[in-house]
Nanobody, 115 residues
């Protein structure tokens, strides 16, 4: 059974950085998309960034501040590096994987951007 475990969230001041990690337990065979979503209070969950099996990345234009999605196949882990964070970035961040017939979600990690 594949499970996703996120880590790296927390409280950060505006302008600060965080790196979120998503460890994939079990086989990563046939996963064709890894991604990050976020959900702010009272809002719908929205995609932040994705990376496919070929390494191509996609970022959503509404996300504020420079971000980078990356993956380490050998470690079964993918990451979301967020720099120059702004208060609008406060959300619960979820990692997700998609393979044929299956979509998995992590439990979410809280990111709070505040003074």
């Amino acid at each position: 059974q594949v499970q996703l475990v996120e880590s790296g969230g927390g409280l950060v001041q505006p302008g600060g950085s965080l790196r979120l990690s998503c460890a994939v337990s079990g086989s990563i065979f046939s996963i064709y998309v890894m991604g990050w979503y976020r959900q702010a209070p009272g809002k719908q969950r929205e995609v932040v960034a994705t990376v496919d099996s070929g390494g191509s990345t996609n970022y959503v234009g509404s996300v504020k501040g420079p971000i980078t999605i990356s993956r380490d196949i050998a470690k079964h882990t993918f990451y979301l590096q967020m720099n120059s964070l702004k208060p609008e970035g406060t959300s619960v961040y979820y990692c997700t994987t998609i393979r044929p017939g299956q979509r998995m979600w992590g439990q979410g990690t809280q990111v709070a951007v505040s003074t």
